[in-house]
Nanobody, 125 residues
Framework: QVQLVESGGGSVETGGSLSLSCVASGPLLSDHALAWFRQAPGKEREFVAAFSNEGRAYYSDSAKGRFTISRDNAKNMVYLQMNSLRPEDTAVYYC???????????????????WGQGTQVTVSS
């Protein structure tokens, strides 16, 4: 079992920055892709960014150019640096670890088997 705990959410004004962190625990973490998803009120959970076990980063169109995902396998951490934040970025942000044997593409929610509790990000205009 993989356990994930997020931190770093908060409130910022439009154009501001926030950095999210997620610490993972469990066996064979290096085999897992780690990702960030978000869910705004009344909306479905959506993909933000992922970092594969092979070292490749993936981003949603909304995140591309503004957010950066990084991973430190030695510390079992994954980070999301968010810049140029907009009110539409307001959501609960979730850290996720995939099922390494899944054939679902890395940007799809169905690939992910383990979830953190989420951290709130609020961007005011």
């Amino acid at each position: 079992q993989v356990q994930l705990v997020e931190s770093g959410g908060g409130s910022v004004e439009t154009g501001g920055s926030l950095s999210l962190s997620c610490v993972a625990s469990g066996p064979l973490l290096s085999d897992h892709a780690l990702a960030w998803f978000r869910q705004a009120p009344g909306k479905e959970r959506e993909f933000v960014a992922a970092f594969s076990n092979e070292g490749r980063a993936y981003y949603s169109d909304s995140a591309k150019g503004r957010f950066t995902i990084s991973r430190d396998n030695a510390k079992n951490m994954v980070y999301l640096q968010m810049n140029s934040l907009r009110p539409e970025d307001t959501a609960v942000y979730y850290c996720a670890a995939d099922n390494p044997r899944s054939l679902v593409t890395i940007i799809r929610l169905a690939r992910y088997a383990y979830w953190g509790q989420g951290t709130q990000v609020t961007v005011s205009s």
